[in-house]
C-alpha cells in the first residue's frame, strides 16, 4: 500500500525504530504501551472534564440569509469548512485506484526499489492529478447543465438593452425576482458546488456570464452558507445532502447527484454538422508503459507520455472523427466552433454581444453603485462592430482555415482579425469616423475579447477546469493550517476580517499599484467574493472600480507588489503585513525596514522582532497567497535576467535579516524549500488586483502575436513600442542609482547605530 502524507504523519519515526533495535541489542525490549481500557485507581468519574469537542467551532453555525456588505466573522468559519470538504474529495478521487482506468500498479509493479517511498508517492502523486483533472472535467459538464437549469427561460441580452440600461446603472441592480433560495433539499451536489464557486471566485468573468446570458438571478444569490454547512458532517467532512436534493439534482439535469455513478462519454456538437458526438473522457490508459525501468526518473518519464498521450476529451491531444460528417473533433476546432457560433448570435436578431465586451476598463458595465466607467461604450460597441460590419461573415465564410466547417483554429481567426485592423478604410466605417486609430480602451477591448476564447473551448467566459484546479493550492494552505481546529478560531477570523478591510483600503489609496494578499487577507477576500452584489458594491465604493481576482502574474511582478503591500501596511497601521517567519517573508521585510527604524528601535522594529519569539512551521504561516499556474512562454532571455535580478535583490535582503537575527541572539530564518520555490523562482498565479485594466485576464500566450500587442503592468496599460521600452530603461537606471544612494544612507545610520552602541 503507498505511503501518503496521512500514514506518514500517523507512522513511527526513525529514531523510534533506532531507539527500538537499540533496546532489543541490549536485551531488553520497550515497555508495553498503557492500557487505554484500564481505569486508572485514582480516577473520580464523578467530577471528570469531558475531552475538548474539537468540531465546536464550525459544528453549530448559525449564518443569518443577510450577508451584509462585508463578510463576518462567522461566515469565513463556514468558508472553512466548505473548504476542507472539497480537500477531502480531492484527497479521496485521487487517491481511488483504477478510477478512469488509471492503475497504481503502473508504479507499484514496476519491479524498482520500494525503499524509495518519497519517488514512489510522487509518481502516484501524478496519477492522482490526473484522476482529479479528469473528474473536475465531469464537473465542470455537470455544473453546465446545472446552471442552465437553476435559473430556467434565461434570455440572452442584447446589445441595445446593454446601450439603453447601462447609463441608468440599472444592470446590476436586483431586480423583481428575489434570490434563490438553496437548503439541505435542493442543494446540488458537492463537486457543482465547488466548480460554482471557483466560478464566483472570478468575479469580473462571474458577471459578465450571467449578464451575458441573462442570469444575474443566480447573480444575486449569495453561496449558500447556512445549506452548505449543515450538509456537511462536522467529524469526517462528507458531504450529506438531505433525502430529497438527489431527486431534485436529477429532475433538474438528468443526471444522477454523484458524480463517479455518471456513465457514458462526453457528447459534443460537431463543429462542422452540428450534430451530436460522443468522444471518451480520456484514452490515456491505453498507453501504460511496460517493460523494466532503470530508476524512478526513467519510470516518471513514461508516466508523463502515458498521461498526456490519450486522445480523450480530458486528454491534451484531443481528438475523435464525427462519425456523420468526418470531421476530426479537437481542442483547437471547439474553441473556433465557440467563437463562430458567438459571430452568429451577434449578427442574429438577438444581437448578442461578444464575450469580454460587456465591463469597462474598470470592471463596470457602465454605472453601477454610483461610479460610472465611460470606457464601456467603446469596449461594447467598437469591438462587437469590428465583427457586425462584415469581418464576421467573412470569418464564418472561411473554408481554408483548417479543413472542414469553416474557420477551424484561432490563430487563421486572429490572422482575419488583424488584417481588419490594418484596413484603414474598414476601421473608419467600424469607429465612424474619419479617424482609423483604435482609442486604447478599444485595443485591449479586442485584446479581451480574444481572450474568452483563444484557450477556452467552454460555454463560460474562462476555463473552469483550471479555475477548480487552481483553487487547490489555496485549499491545500488552508487544511495545512487547520484553523478550524484552533481553540482561536473566532478571534482569529475577527482579526483577518480587519486585515482584508485594510487590505482593501490600500487598493483605494494606490490606485495605480497592485496589492498583493497573504493568506489570512485571502480567505476574506473569497469569502467576500462568494457574495457579488455586496462584493460589488463595496469595492466600486472603496477603490471606484469593481476589483477582480483573476490575474496572471510572473514573479518578478509579484514579488515587487508584494514589498510594496507590506511597506504600505506595516507604515499606514505600525504592524507586520505577513506575520510569516520563513526565508521570504524575512527578507521582503527587511528590504522596506529602514535603518532609522533600528536606530531609534520603533514600533514596527519591535513588532518585527516580536514575530521571533515563538517557532513556527512555514507550512502554516500566513505567508504570501499564491496560486500555481504555468510558466510564461516567449522572451525568455528578458525573463531569466529579471527572476536572477530579483533572486539577487532577496538573496541581499536576506543576508541582512541574518546578520540582524545573529546580533540580537535569535535563530538565523531557514531558507526552507517549499517556500523558496512557492514563493519565488517560478511563475505563479495569484490573486491580485490594479486598476485600469491589470485585472484583464489575456489568456492569449505571451510569445504569441496578439491583435494588438499590449503590455500590462501595474495598472497601467500601454503599446510596447521601442521609445517606450527605452524610456523603461532609463527609469530602472535611475531607479537603482537611487537604490545605491538609500544603500550609502542605510550604511551610514547603521555606522551612528554602532557609534551609539560603542559609546555605551
Known sequence: MPTNRLSKLFSRSEKDKAAEAEAERNGSTPSPPPNYQEVPPDYDGEHALPPPDITAGFSNLKLGDDAGSQPIDVQCIAHLKVLECFYRLRQQIGSTDGLYGIENSVVTAAGLSPNSETANAELLTKLGEKRWAIYVARAVDRFDKWIVSVVPGAQAVRISTLVTEGPQGTLCEPMDDKPLHFDRDNMPPADVLMVWHAYMLNPRAYLEDCLRWGRMRLWHTSFPWQAGVDCINSETFVWEAGDGAEDVFRHMTGLPYDNLAMTGPKVLKCPGCDVDTPAPWTTCSNNVPTGSFPSHKALGVAIDDMLSSGTGYCDKNFLTPCSACGTDITHERLKAAKFCNDVKRLLSPDNVPMGGTLLGLEGIPWKAAGQKDISTMEITETTNKLLYEGLGELILRQKDLGGKGGSQSMEGI???????????????????????????????????????????SSPFALDLVGAVVRQGSFIEKMHNIDWLHSPA?????????????????????????????????????????????????????CT????????????????????????????????????????????????????????????SNKVNDQLHDVEQDPRKSVHISTHNAVRPTGKEATYQFSVDKKVKELDKAYFKACERARKKGKKEPKRNDYYYSDAYGYPVYIPATAALGLALQLSQPEDAEGVEDVAVDAGRVREAQPEVVAAEAWVEGAAEEVEAEVAVVEGAAEAVVAAVVDAR
Not at 482579425?417 to 482609442?439: D, F
Request: with cysteine; glycine share 2%.
Open 544 to 603: 471606484r472600480q469593481f476589483v477582480d481576482h483573476d490575474d496572471k502574474i510572473a514573479e518578478t511582478t509579484l514579488n515587487t507588489s508584494f514589498e510594496w503591500t507590506s511597506s504600505q501596511y506595516q507604515k499606514l497601521y505600525k504592524e507586520p503585513y505577513s506575520e510569516c517567519t520563513c526565508w521570504y517573508c524575512e527578507a521582503v521585510r527587511e528590504s522596506h525596514t529602514s535603518a532609522a527604524s533600528r536606530l531609534f528601535n520603533t514600533q
Open 489 to 541: 478560531l473566532p478571534s482569529t477570523m475577527k482579526r483577518l476580517v480587519t486585515k482584508y478591510e485594510r487590505f482593501v483600503a490600500i487598493m483605494g489609496g494606490s490606485p495605480m499599484r497592485m496589492a498583493v494578499p497573504t493568506l489570512d487577507v485571502d480567505l476574506a477576500w473569497h469569502t467576500h467574493q462568494l457574495n457579488p452584489y455586496s462584493y460589488l458594491q463595496y469595492t466600486i465604493k
Open 414 to 456: 486572429r490572422d482575419l482579425v488583424e488584417q481588419a485592423l490594418q484596413n484603414r478604410t474598414y476601421i473608419r466605417k467600424v469607429r465612424k469616423s474619419l479617424s482609423q486609430r483604435l482609442l486604447r480602451a478599444e485595443r485591449i477591448a479586442i485584446r479581451r475579447m480574444m481572450s474568452r476564447y483563444w484557450e477556452n
